[in-house]
Every structure is written in C-alpha cells, then in structure tokens.
C-alpha cells in the first residue's frame, strides 16, 4: 500500500471506529428544582445549627463526608462529624448566611456562602463572634435527595485576633 493510501485508510478506520461508538451520555446543568432543593437544604441545615441539634445537622451529610475546618485535621464521615460537634460543646447564639452560588451538572453541584455568626464554646470565657466563607460540594443520591459530601470552610479573620465579643 502506498503511503498516501495507508493514511487515507486509516483515517478512514479511525472515522468508522468512532461511529461505532456510543454515545456520551449528555450531562446538563441543574434544574430549578435542583436549584430549590440545595437552597432548601441549605436553609434546614442552618435551622438545625441554630438549635444545636447536632444530629439534624448531620442528616444533611454524606456518610462519607469530607469537612475541612481552618487551622484543624480534616474530619472524614458524618458519624464522626456529629461526634466531634456534640463534644465540643458549641452553641450558636445567632448567625446569619449568604447563598453567593450555586452551581453543578446532573448529580454533582457546589454551594459557595458567606456566613456571620456569634457562639459559645464550652470553657471559653464568653461568646465569641465570627465572620467567613464557605463551599459545599453536595451530590445527589439516586432517591433525590441532595447531601454534602465536602464542607470546606473559613474565617475572614486571623485565629484569635477580633473574634471575641
């Protein structure tokens, strides 16, 4: 075979071979009502947090989820999370929440925020206020629901520095 009929031969199969194949699966933004549900969730989940009920927190996460506090380790799993939350001994007095964004495709999306808060913290001396960001990256389970899998968030403030009331 000549050369240039080997490269039209191949371009030839390599055309056919990608006709054979099937076809990606079409991957589209969220819906409203994906949209709704993450804005709703979002809503419970700081309800939840500002009755302290730590375990109603919990429900909105993934068993396997990834929460990655400033200046700590990374906790890995709700059980473990809720755990922690209860011992800390943590009371929020007030706190406030900004949905920036929200985001994602099919069954994977993100919510960036912004929050303002004032809580306790068992053996501090007093309240203690604070502001910040946060993203969550929530999947969608195959029953609808929406849970967070990753919750990264962090102060606007230097540790220990204007957060005192």
Not at 105 to 118: F, K, N, Q
Not at 123 to 148: C, H, N, Y
């Amino acid at each position: 075979m000549k050369p240039l009929s080997a490269r039209l031969a191949a371009f030839a199969l390599f055309f056919a071979s990608a006709a054979c194949q099937p076809a990606a699966e079409t991957v589209g933004p969220l819906s409203d009502e994906d949209v709704a549900a993450i804005r709703a969730l979002h809503q419970e989940q700081v309800e939840a947090g500002l009755a302290g009920d730590w375990d109603a927190v919990g429900a909105f996460f993934a068993e396997d989820l990834v929460y990655m506090p400033p200046n700590m380790p990374v906790v890995h799993g709700r059980a473990t999370w809720v755990e922690a939350a209860k011992a800390m001994g943590f009371d929020i007095i007030e706190m406030t929440t900004e949905i920036l964004d929200i985001d994602g495709r099919d069954d994977l999306a993100y919510l960036r925020g912004a929050y303002s808060e004032t809580f306790t913290v068992e053996g501090m001396p007093g309240p203690i206020s604070d502001t910040g960001k946060f993203v969550w990256i929530l999947r969608k389970q195959p029953e609808g629901a929406w849970l967070i899998t990753t919750w990264i968030w962090n102060a606007d403030q230097i540790p220990g520095q204007g957060q005192t009331s």
